[in-house]
């Protein structure tokens, strides 16, 4: 069952067009990469989602609700009960680490603050780091802290947008498997559905159930790791194997 659709997608900036009559369904409960190189639309298609971008064309449907129809917005960003990992964190510098995960529960004025996002540090490994500032922490740990942050809303959809992008290998693939563990837990009640955007094939093929190679603003191909490595695209071909 597909929880976003994207239907027929048309997006410029100025004169210079970036989407090209997109059409994508994202599954319920996949975790989905938007795989390309850079300018192919990638993140474009991530804010449109959010709605921090109308497109200039096409309609965007979101469980089963249109959100965006055209150029206008029906349902605004904070409505679409939507988590988004930006490539540089965008973690506030003068909060702590928990306050950082804590300010989204108290703008919302939830119950048991305290205890949501200690349950939350002690999931990633976070709770003795509760009190330090994003410069006091290594680059996955930051990491850490903004899936945090965005986790514990409880989103039924999570934006990732080159999240491992700054990082040297060991971190990645320490990353990589809490992004796999975040996907299997159940631990918070998430039921999540996860798109996440890179240009690294190898992230690709390690992360996903579905694998949508992106080229100048257009799909070449959708399928899940074993369809992707077999097929016959000669542009696929080219950016697995490179």
């Known amino acids: 069952m597909s929880i976003i659709k994207l239907n027929n997608i ?49 309609q ?25 990992i930006f490539q540089d964190l965008a973690l506030w ?52 802290v903004a899936i945090s942050r965005a986790l514990v809303l409880k989103p039924r959809i999570l934006l990732m947008d080159e999240p491992l992008a700054n990082l040297d290998v060991k971190l990645k693939r320490k990353l990589l498997e809490h992004i796999k563990n975040l996907k299997q837990s159940r631990e918070f009640g998430i039921n999540l559905t996860i798109v996440y955007v890179t240009h690294d094939h190898k992230e690709a093929l390690t992360l996903a159930d579905t694998i949508v190679v992106l080229n100048e603003g257009k799909i070449e191909e959708t399928g899940n790791i074993e369809q992707i490595k077999k097929s016959k695209n000669e542009y696929v071909q080219y950016f697995i194997e490179k």
Not at 24 to 34: A, G, H, K, R, V
Not at 49 to 57: F, S
Not at 60 to 82: E, F, G
Not at 114 to 137: C, I, N, R, S
């Open 10 to 58: 048309t997006h410029s900036y100025g004169d210079k067009p970036v989407l090209q009559e997109l059409t994508l369904n994202i599954e319920d409960n996949q975790l989905s990469c938007l795989l390309g190189g850079s300018g192919c639309g990638k993140t474009t298609i991530l804010r449109l989602i959010a709605g921090l971008e109308i497109p200039t064309n096409g």
């Open 60 to 84: 965007i449907i979101i469980q089963d609700k249109i959100v965006t129809d055209k150029q206008k917005i029906i349902i605004p960003p904070y409505k679409r009960n939507l988590g988004y």
């Open 93 to 144: 510098p003068h909060f702590t680490v928990y306050k950082n995960i804590a300010f989204g529960l108290r703008e919302r004025k939830e119950k048991n603050v305290k205890y949501t996002v200690f349950k939350m540090l002690e999931f990633f490994g976070l709770q003795d780091h509760a009190d330090k500032y994003p410069h006091q922490l290594s680059g996955g740990q930051q990491q850490l």
